[in-house]
């Protein structure tokens, strides 16, 4: 059964960096392309980007480029986002997503989420 | 990029149909058979209910059904029951090589 689990809540101060992760299990980690969705409270949802863990090829939605890096270690089946500076205005919940279909532009399955709080 | 329009609440009575809109443009929804929508409970992750347009994953209730018409893609509940009551998303390929969600529909059954 394909998974996709990604690290605990996170609670940082503005300026800080911080890198969340999620490793994915029960599929071919190097054919899907793999990213995030941003959830701010009481929000809609926002396509933040991917990855293709097989080359690492990115993509950014218009908003998150430059803001946020995408990363990926195929060694351990793993994507990061990492952010080098945050922002009060990052504080959300971010899903992991697999992306599926011609240009994966659906998403078949979803972390659990992971809660970035910046005070 | 603009989030594609959903309206912001629909309702409806057990055992009724309901549709909920998302309107584009000729950059996404108009253009690309790849509109998808999800239903997101309270607390929990999003879950896909249809994909490239009217398409049914495994293990999805037949009373969900997608259609689209131009620039609006419409999700159709049928059937309703209590269960429904959720915040249901769609959202499209584009022509910038991204992927753009609406707004949000919150379904509350009376």
């Known amino acids: 059964e394909m998974q996709l689990l990604q690290s605990g809540a996170e609670v940082k101060k503005p300026g800080e960096s911080l890198k969340i992760s999620c490793k994915a299990s029960?599929?071919?980690?190097?054919?899907?392309?793999i990213g995030w969705v941003r959830q701010m409270p009481g929000k809609g949802l926002q396509w933040m980007g991917f990855?293709?863990?097989?080359?690492?090829?990115?993509k950014y939605g218009p908003s998150f480029q430059g803001q946020v890096t995408i990363s990926a270690d195929k060694s351990i089946n793993t994507v990061y986002l990492h952010w080098g500076s945050l922002l009060a205005s990052d504080t959300a919940m971010y899903y992991c997503?697999?992306?599926?279909?011609?240009?994966?532009?659906?998403?078949?399955?979803w972390g659990q989420g992971t809660l970035v709080t910046v005070s | 990029q603009s989030a594609l329009t959903q309206p912001a609440s629909v309702s409806g009575s057990p055992g009724q149909s309901i549709p909920i809109s998302c309107t584009g443009t000729?950059?996404?929804?108009?253009?690309?058979?790849?509109v998808s929508w999800y239903q997101q409970h309270p607390g929990n992750a999003p879950k896909l209910i249809i994909h490239?347009?009217?398409n049914r994953p495994s293990g999805v209730s037949n009373r969900f059904s997608g259609s689209k018409s131009g620039n609006t893609a419409s999700l159709t509940i049928s059937g309703l029951q209590a269960e429904d009551e959720a915040d249901y998303y769609c959202?499209?390929?584009?022509?910038?090589?991204?992927?753009?969600f609406g707004g949000g529909t919150k379904l509350t059954v009376l």
């Open positions: 490239d347009v009217s």
């Open positions: 000729s950059s996404d929804v108009g253009t690309y058979n790849y």
């Open positions: 959202s499209s390929y584009t022509a910038s090589n991204t992927v753009i």
């Open positions: 029960g599929y071919s980690f190097t054919r899907y392309w």
């Open positions: 997503v697999r992306g599926s279909g011609w240009y994966s532009n659906y998403f078949d399955s």
């Open positions: 990855i293709y863990p097989g080359d690492s090829d990115t």
